[in-house]
């Protein structure tokens, strides 16, 4: 087996990877010593549905498990009631018991479109949380310092703002961290965004005596479909992993040339061999950017669906497509701030009045981004954005 070559397409997309060496050895104790080992990452349930962005980790995850990992699928039920405050510039609103069970259980129907179910374990972490008890709580309090929480850059932010930080927020990290202990993690995933935190594992597997230190392995965030801002429901800019066949495919389509790389670095399954060929394809035009597009479209819907309906999604986008290719030149506006869906095709000369443009969107005349849009109070948030009415009204906005 040629551990070089795994190690490659393990590697491939990853942001940072702390304890390298420890990883490889890790894969190589598999394939020698058919040893597995335990790949942990945690979900706080605060929301019912997955997108792409969620599944960058999942996916790498997935692929871990051909390579000897047990998935650590770790539901933060107990942190969750905290919320976990990476990157927010306010103290976030904590999740009730019943609000954070109800959106646990879609998550363990999604998840299995990606893991390999019989070599992950579904983990609550009020399973220990729970036991820990204050001492434990005061004990785990006195591993870490003020100071050194104070070091992460959105609670410094906060603090010399003068912005209010909780004490329960403080102890958010040192509880995930505290996962790790309690789970014997031989990596841990996450973004970027979590580096703090994943190191925070790493510490208290040395301060509880574990004798490792699980390997941090670090994913980026990924773009949304705005190609601005990172994936997230909240902007609009997602796919839904849970979406229709068709939406999926046509949201795909919609992604930029240069987004679409990103896009097959982080999600695809392609190995780093051939992904390094398909950019050289690209770059000596031997490959055009949409017939790649295509194929990771395809290759996404058929993942979180099936092949039959990746099928049919391309056929039925290229039955209504096919004929209205975008013009080569598009009018392109501009406009400062979010903007409601009417009065943008209005600024952009698509329709008369903001009226007449609700009476298109009501008749399924207008599409963003090549996906027809139902409802009338859209809001276009910061990004780029093809519009169309009809099937030859075209225009280009950018929302800044």
């Not at 040629?2 to 997309?13: F, H, L, V, Y």
């Not at 961290?177 to 841990?188: M, R, T």
């Not at 949304?224 to 429901?233: A, E, F, P, R, T």
């Amino acid at each position: 087996m040629d551990i070089k070559k795994i190690m490659q397409d393990i590697k491939k997309g990853c942001a940072e990877i702390i304890g390298e060496q420890r990883l490889e050895e890790l894969v190589r104790a598999f394939y020698e010593k058919k040893e597995n080992f335990f790949v942990k990452a945690g979900f706080d349930p605060t929301a019912p549905d997955l997108h792409l962005g969620h599944s960058v980790v999942l996916n790498k995850m997935a692929l871990l498990q051909k390579h000897g990992a047990i998935v650590q699928f770790l539901i933060g039920d107990f942190t969750a009631q905290i919320g976990d405050p990476s990157g927010k510039s306010a103290t976030r609103k904590p999740q009730s018991k019943e609000e954070v069970l109800k959106n646990a259980k879609t998550y363990e129907e999604q998840v299995f479109r990606i893991l390999d179910k019989d070599k992950t374990e579904l983990c609550f972490n009020s399973s220990w949380l729970n036991e820990l008890g204050s001492a434990g709580l005061v004990a785990l309090s006195s591993t870490f310092s003020v100071a050194r929480m104070l070091e992460r850059d959105d609670f410094e932010k906060r603090f010399k703002s003068q912005s209010p930080i909780s004490v329960c927020e403080f102890l958010y990290p040192l509880l995930q961290g505290y996962d790790s202990v309690a789970l014997k993690s031989d990596i841990e995933m996450g973004g970027t965004d979590q580096k703090f935190n994943l190191l925070m594992g790493r510490q208290l597997q040395r301060t509880y005596g574990l004798n490792k230190e699980q390997v941090v392995f670090m994913m980026p965030l990924l773009v949304g479909l705005d190609g601005v801002q990172k994936m997230s429901k909240s902007l609009g800019n997602y796919i839904g992993i849970s979406e229709n066949a068709n939406d999926m495919y046509a949201k795909i389509l919609s992604i930029s040339d240069e987004l679409m790389l990103l896009y097959y670095e982080l999600l695809s399954d392609i190995s780093f061999e051939d992904f390094t060929r398909l950019k050289e394809d690209l770059k000596n035009a031997s490959l055009h950017p949409k017939k790649a597009k295509e194929n990771l479209a395809l290759e996404l819907v058929a993942r979180f669906h099936s092949k039959e309906k990746a099928i049919i999604a391309k056929d039925e986008f290229d039955k209504i497509h096919s004929a209205n290719e975008l013009p080569s030149v598009l009018d392109e506006y501009e406009c400062e701030g979010e903007i409601w869906l009417a009065k943008a095709l209005v600024l952009c000369a698509l329709q008369s009045s903001s009226s007449e443009a609700r009476r298109s969107i009501k008749a399924n005349s207008v599409s963003v981004n090549s996906v027809k849009v139902k409802d009338e109070q859209m809001q276009l948030k910061l990004g780029e954005y093809i519009l169309q009415v009809g099937k030859r009204k075209f225009a280009r906005l950018k929302v800044k």
